[in-house]
């Protein structure tokens, strides 16, 4: 039973004792409200000393915090100001966007009610109003509420990009599914993120509607504002816990809307960013849920009950397993977005994924009013099978058609907007694309050419764990400072090396292709394709982390001669007539940069044989103490005596490149 005040919303608890020992979700302590009067009836309900009214409860016990505490007793004037700043903020979330542009101008008016009164003149501030309402003119007629609206503005994105302008009539105003094929880096992201939140927007005003027309409720935040409460009715117990049945206003608690699928832990986390970014005013809850970081961490963010999850697959149905209860309603969820979808749903990759539509569409009803969202720059791509399968290749190369069509039986969807703005090439239309032939022992010496002659942040991407971990070792002796990146690396590690990459206007990561989805780190001027990559997917991917929202970027295969079949396969399902141009090169430069990397490589080579001898020499100097045997250290250590690293690089320094 919820109890009514103006705004706030009291449950009672039925203090008993089967309750206390089990405990309650979320219960943090027990409070008696001494401030609210309560008192028992002889028929065992409390009532409410001044008013008379009863309730269900025996006892009023509070799930609260020491800051709530704080909230209920210490009424604050800076707080009801901000109360009163919400208040504003909130209202008219769903109206359409003719309607939302007018609204806003109110609402922008009304917000800043307090501050502009001593800055502003009315005159001014309908200015800057006006001002919103034309800069964000392109996104009128889609319907999108104002809070994501403003958002938008103030990220600068003062107009929809292609795929958001072809998707978002259907997704929003349609409610249709869709499956959407667009360029890297061209918006994919907010094309679903868009809709999804503009939906919970709807369904939560809808459902606020329904519970509490009377209550003027225009609210979808779970947070009491206890200041502005006025007691009308008696009230028991506050449950003022996140993970509650309901929030503290009395609605239901937030409920799982959305969940948002990607292939890489990383990729999760920038999505949770960008539309976290695109929430910031509409009161939505959105947690990442990947794996590599502390389950007990995860378990804490879900029991804020956000509403819309973002995760990969295996931590996610780790999860469900363990009975994660704000996971329980997953089958509930009105939108489901599978981001880089062709690759999630590959063979033999992603079970996790397969398990979680099992469970999704296993109510037929359920599935009906789930709407999908179905993205990838590669969605409609179809490739050459491999060399040894040539002979019954038309049989194994898909149509475009027969790959959206797979994707939707598997997914369950039936009559979806089907959105294609890709190019022929694949690639953005702003991206330069070269090759270097070259032998296969050379690749070192025009990788260090290319990396010296074109400063830049610069992605390198490699075929396997192994190449990354060699090419670190000899780049990291020619001092270029690279930061590796694959999956073998600790999570910590892999966030830490891709925050350095960001933040270095020159910065060198070299990585697998677990980077080569989705990633968006502003200004990657170069990609580099140190290995023929083994799909053209994988090329349009790693090639899409440059050259994104219409910036220029260059891609530069290197290609040695027993890769020259899958760069032909590769230009054909491109559908390239010609070859790619050839990177120019100085042959003079070339020599001095081969001096250098030949000694890098000498100089990894005794490194290497050093570990090796030293962990030798550490099991035998570890026998030789347990026999009670001395020894000297240049007899166990003579590389190192001989071969100090600094000294050599010393011997060679940066400067004597005539680059
Ligand atoms: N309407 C817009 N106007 C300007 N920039 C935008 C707009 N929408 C998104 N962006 C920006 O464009 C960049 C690329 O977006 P996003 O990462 O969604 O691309 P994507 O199409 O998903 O790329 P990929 O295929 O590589 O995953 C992001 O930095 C994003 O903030």
């Known amino acids: 039973m919820v109890r009514k005040r103006k705004y706030g919303n009291w449950q009672p608890v039925q203090l008993t004792e089967n309750l206390i020992s089990k405990g309650v979700d979320g219960l943090v302590g027990i409070e008696e409200l001494t401030d609210y009067a309560v008192v028992k009836g002889h028929d065992g309900r409390s009532i409410h000393k001044e008013t008379g009214r009863k309730s269900n409860a025996d006892v009023g016990f509070q799930q609260t915090s020491a800051k709530r505490k704080k909230d209920l007793r210490q009424p604050s004037s800076k707080r009801r100001k901000l109360n009163h700043k919400r208040k504003y903020q909130k209202k008219n979330v769903i109206e359409r966007s003719t309607e939302v542009l007018k609204t806003d101008e109110d609402e922008v008016l009304k917000t800043d009610e307090d501050e502009a009164e001593s800055t502003y003149s009315e005159?001014?501030?309908?200015?800057?109003?006006?001002?919103?309402?034309?800069?964000?003119?392109a996104w009128s007629g889609l319907g999108i509420a104002s809070s994501i609206l403003r958002?938008?503005?103030?990220?600068?994105?003062?107009?929809?990009?292609?795929?958001?302008?072809?998707?978002?009539?259907?997704?929003?105003?349609?409610?249709?599914?869709?499956?959407?094929?667009?360029?890297?880096?061209?918006?994919?992201?907010?094309?679903?993120?868009?809709?999804?939140?503009?939906r919970i927007l709807e369904d939560k005003e809808r459902s606020t509607g329904d519970t509490k027309k009377a209550d003027d409720a225009e609210s979808y935040e779970d947070e009491t504002d206890p200041e502005e409460c006025e007691l009308t009715d008696i009230g028991c117990a506050q449950v003022v816990s996140d993970i509650s049945l309901h929030n503290t206003k009395g609605y239901p608690a937030s409920k799982l809307y959305a969940l948002v699928l990607t292939p890489t832990r990383e990729l999760a986390m920038q999505v949770h960013r960008h539309l976290t970014c695109a929430a910031k005013y509409t009161g939505i809850k959105i947690a990442v849920v990947v794996g590599g970081m502390a389950p007990q961490k995860q378990e804490r963010l879900l029991s804020r009950r956000p509403e819309i999850v973002v995760a990969t697959p295996g931590r996610l149905w780790e999860l469900i397993q363990d009975g994660n209860p704000h996971l329980a309603q997953i089958s509930n969820i009105r939108c489901l977005a599978i981001d880089e979808t062709d690759r999630m749903l590959e063979k033999g990759h992603?079970?996790?994924?397969?398990?979680?539509?099992?469970?999704?569409?296993?109510?037929?009803?359920?599935?009906?009013?789930?709407?999908?969202?179905?993205?990838?720059?590669?969605?409609?791509?179809?490739?050459?099978?491999?060399?040894?399968?040539?002979?019954?290749?038309?049989?194994?190369?898909?149509t475009p058609g027969q790959k959206l069509q797979n994707i939707m039986t598997m997914l369950g969807i039936t009559n979806p907007k089907v959105v294609d703005v890709t190019k022929e090439t694949g690639t953005a239309g702003t991206l330069t694309e070269a090759r270097i032939i070259?032998?296969?022992?050379?690749?070192?010496?025009?990788?260090y050419y290319f990396i010296q002659l074109h400063k830049g942040r610069t992605l390198i991407f490699c075929n396997s764990i192994s190449c990354v971990r060699r090419l670190a070792q000899i780049l990291t002796l020619l001092q270029c400072r690279p930061l590796p990146f694959h999956a073998n690396m600790m999570q910590r590690q892999r966030l830490k090396n891709l925050d350095r990459f960001r933040e270095d206007p020159c910065g060198l990561l070299l990585a697998t292709d677990v980077a080569a989805?989705?990633?968006?780190?502003?200004?990657?001027?170069?990609?580099?394709?140190?290995q023929v990559p083994r799909t053209s997917e994988s090329y349009i991917h790693r090639s899409g982390r440059t050259a994104r929202a219409k910036k220029e970027g260059l891609t530069l295969l290197l290609i040695e001669p027993g890769e020259v079949p899958q760069y032909t396969r590769l230009c054909r399902t491109l559908g390239r007539t010609k070859d790619l141009p050839l990177f120019p090169i100085s042959t003079k430069l070339l020599e001095a940069v081969k001096q250098r990397v030949n000694l890098a490589r000498e100089l990894d080579q005794l490194e290497l044989a050093t570990r090796r001898s030293n962990s030798e020499t550490g099991w035998f100097r570890k026998a030789l103490t347990e026999m009670d045997m001395l020894v000297d250290d240049s007899d166990l250590y003579p590389l190192n005596s001989v071969f100090d690293l600094d000294t050599v690089v010393h011997l060679f320094p940066m400067n004597a490149l005539p680059i």
């Open 123 to 137: 005159a001014e501030r309908k200015c800057e109003v006006s001002d919103f309402t034309d800069k964000m003119s």
């Open 350 to 398: 992603f079970q996790e994924l397969h398990n979680l539509l099992e469970l999704l569409n296993v109510d037929g009803n359920k599935k009906r009013q789930r709407q999908n969202f179905v993205f990838s720059a590669t969605l409609t791509m179809v490739h050459e099978p491999p060399g040894r399968l040539k002979g019954r290749s038309k049989k194994l190369r898909l």
């Open 438 to 447: 070259c032998a296969f022992e050379e690749k070192d010496f025009y990788l």
């Open 517 to 530: 989805r989705g990633l968006d780190i502003p200004d990657v001027q170069h990609v580099v394709h140190y």
């Open 151 to 198: 958002a938008l503005a103030e990220q600068g994105f003062v107009e929809p990009t292609e795929i958001q302008a072809k998707t978002l009539p259907a997704t929003l105003l349609g409610r249709r599914d869709v499956l959407g094929a667009a360029e890297t880096g061209s918006g994919k992201t907010l094309a679903f993120g868009i809709p999804i939140l503009h």
